[in-house]
């Protein structure tokens, strides 16, 4: 009878602290660790047994080592074609925050899309069409918050505004006044 091939259980989840939302990979090891993956953002692999609020803590714990890591991270250059394992989670990064992210600055901006799309576009993040459908590449996951904000208000400005004009960036600063510093952490 064979038993070393018992079959390892890895499981994988978005779980969101705070507004952040880092990946917890549960497999069959003992200990905890915290990286910063440079697709992923932050992941936290850890036992099988651990818990959700047991992983939350964690993060919590190491809050302002991942806020300077994630800051080393995103200073390297140049960024990974991603894997296609890391392809699927950015797309369920994607569906899980920016909807979010876009009924929140889409009831602040009081302006109403009328369709949200996840895309696999790589020359750009997003755009909105004639009829204010939005659109959001999967690979906007690849980058920091406050740069994922900036492409959400930037489309929605377009409700309102469908060109690169003066009116059009008024209207983004009105609601992101730091929406340039935001727009570099793209390129
Ligand atoms: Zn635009």
């Known amino acids: 009878m064979k038993t070393k091939n018992r079959k390892k259980i890895t499981t994988s989840k978005k779980i969101s602290v705070n507004g952040c939302i880092f990946t917890l990979i549960r497999s069959d090891r003992k200990t905890v660790s915290v990286e910063i993956n440079p697709n992923l953002g932050v992941v936290l692999r850890a036992p099988s047994v651990i818990s959700d609020s047991e992983a939350i803590e964690v993060i919590r714990k190491n809050s302002s080592w ?6 080393r991270q995103q ?9 296609p394992d890391e392809v699927l989670d950015l797309k369920a990064k994607a569906k899980a925050i920016i909807p979010e992210r876009v009924k929140v600055f889409a009831a602040l901006m009081k ?8 895309t696999s576009a790589k020359t750009r993040f997003g755009s909105c069409s004639g009829k204010n459908g939005l659109s959001f590449s999967y690979l906007l996951m690849q980058y920091p918050e406050p740069a994922i904000d900036y492409v959400v208000v930037h489309e929605l400005a377009h409700i309102k505004h ?3 004009g003066k009116g059009f960036y008024a209207e983004i600063e009105k609601y992101m006044p730091d929406y340039k510093d935001r727009r570099k952490l793209l390129k």
């Open 66 to 71: 991942i806020a300077s890591a994630t800051e």
């Open 162 to 164: 469908k060109n690169h």
């Open 111 to 118: 302006v109403d899309p009328t369709a949200i799309t996840i």
């Open 75 to 83: 200073k390297k250059k140049p960024r990974k074609e991603p894997t």
